[in-house]
């Protein structure tokens, strides 16, 4: 028996307005059924114009994630009625997407291959209340990103970084703020045991965070193993996940792509792309998370540890670099600088560059301390904090930090060298 999984996933785009038509994409919080136009809204007659710019986007995206581009691609009709899908079609990509065969490289060394990148647009929103269901069309026609995975995956530790590396690589690139507490990036695994009497998948639609993909992954094995135990073969279908019940729920039973009809949207001439532009859009693409990691590893004398930290927002990695040139001029080391962003965790918004360097520099007059009331105070963190201690124990080297971290809170401008030496040696 082999667990096979495989992802998709659906990140909303930041364009100013909607994938065919003006209508402005701010809508999160916004009056239900107040941003639509008859383009949106499917209304007879209303023909749609593409979007360039969200266009581009997807290829940007495609381009980062290491695919090729195809120069003929083409947008398609697929065909379904729900309510959410005012035309009773959605305009997507079948046959000739915008982007295929790319691939995200796990810290393990593993490497997961990228079907395809492909543009469609977002429908809109089901709101169940007191017993009735409505709909919500300002969501409607969203630009929306799909990326689909081979079925790379066999377990939910991996699917879980790979996410987090393509929320990353989606806000490097500054297309996407990918927050899926509003539904900007949803997740759905495609999960199924290799080896039982037949060939089958089961999805899990719409996932709205990582940790309840991870649970929904392993619920979704655990089940699946205990039906084919009894001798049954899971069936194919759509499932959710209930947080409350901490459980996945059958939803409807899943559609083969046949059962959409696709064929070619009929109001949308075919994209003809040529190399001078898509290198056009490639040249665009400034450093992505990968690079700058291992660049810091490099140029700032860092360890892994503090570069991962560092440059997961990159926000947060330009306000370091800017520091870094600051702190230059008053010798404060890159380290020096890496250590207080860290284990202070300043406000970026609020603390300038040259403010930071400034507090390291106040701080730099090491606190002379009483050994026992030290000693105190370590005992007390390591008891308070027992699932650090543990993690350190198992190997996570960085958990040791975080501990420093918090002797530091209780009290501030001590050596964090010599804090981190005796933590070790009380563990």
Not at 278 to 289: A, C, R, V
């Amino acid at each position: 028996m082999k667990t096979v999984i495989g992802l998709e996933v659906h990140i909303e785009l930041k364009t100013k307005s909607k994938m065919f038509c003006e209508c402005t994409t701010d809508y999160f919080g916004k009056k239900p059924n107040t941003y639509t136009c008859p383009v949106c809204l499917g209304l007879p007659g209303a023909l749609p114009i593409p979007n360039q710019k969200a266009i581009n986007w997807c290829v940007m995206l495609g381009l980062a994630l290491g695919c090729k581009i195809p120069l003929f691609s083409k947008f398609d009709r697929k065909n379904y009625f729900y309510p959410d899908l005012p035309k009773g079609y959605q305009v997507s990509q079948y046959d000739q997407p915008f982007c295929i065969d790319g691939e995200i490289e796990l810290s393990n060394g593993k490497k997961i291959g990228i079907r395809r990148v492909h543009m469609e647009e977002d429908t809109g929103k089901l709101i169940h209340e007191e017993g009735s269901t409505l709909i919500d069309f300002n969501r409607s026609g969203v630009p929306l990103v799909e990326i689909v995975t081979e079925p790379d995956f066999d377990n939910a530790k991996d699917v879980r970084e790979y996410l987090q590396k393509l929320q990353q690589i989606a806000r490097y690139l500054e297309i996407s703020d990918a927050d899926m507490d509003k539904g900007q990036m949803r997740l759905e695994p495609n999960i199924s045991i290799k080896g039982s009497k037949k060939l089958y998948k089961v999805e899990v639609k719409n996932i709205n965070s990582f940790s309840f993909v991870e649970k929904a992954i392993n619920y979704e094995l655990k089940r699946q193993q205990e039906i084919i135990d009894n001798g049954e073969t899971p069936i194919q279908e759509t499932r959710g996940w209930d947080e409350k019940k901490q459980k996945t729920v059958s939803q409807r039973v899943k559609e083969e792509a046949s059962d959409y009809r696709y064929f070619p949207e009929p109001d949308i001439p075919p994209i003809r792309w040529t190399q001078p532009q898509i290198s056009k859009i490639k040249d665009q693409i400034k450093e992505l998370p990968d690079e700058k990691f291992k660049r810091f590893i490099r140029q700032y004398q860092l360890n892994s540890y503090d570069s991962e930290i560092l440059t997961r927002e990159k926000n947060l990695a330009d306000y370091y670099e800017d520091a870094v040139k600051v702190g230059k001029t008053h010798e404060v080391s890159a380290k020096q600088i890496a250590n207080y962003i860290i284990n202070r965790k300043p406000d970026i918004e609020e603390v300038l560059p040259a403010q930071l360097i400034q507090k390291i520099i106040q701080s730099s007059t090491v606190t002379k301390i009483d050994e026992g009331e030290l000693d105190k105070t370590i005992n007390e963190v390591i008891k308070n904090n027992e699932k650090a201690v543990s993690d350190y124990k198992n190997g996570k080297e960085q958990a040791i930090m975080f501990l420093v971290g918090q002797v530091l809170r209780k009290i501030p401008n001590l050596d964090a060298n010599l804090v981190k030496e005796k933590i070790s040696k009380s563990l």
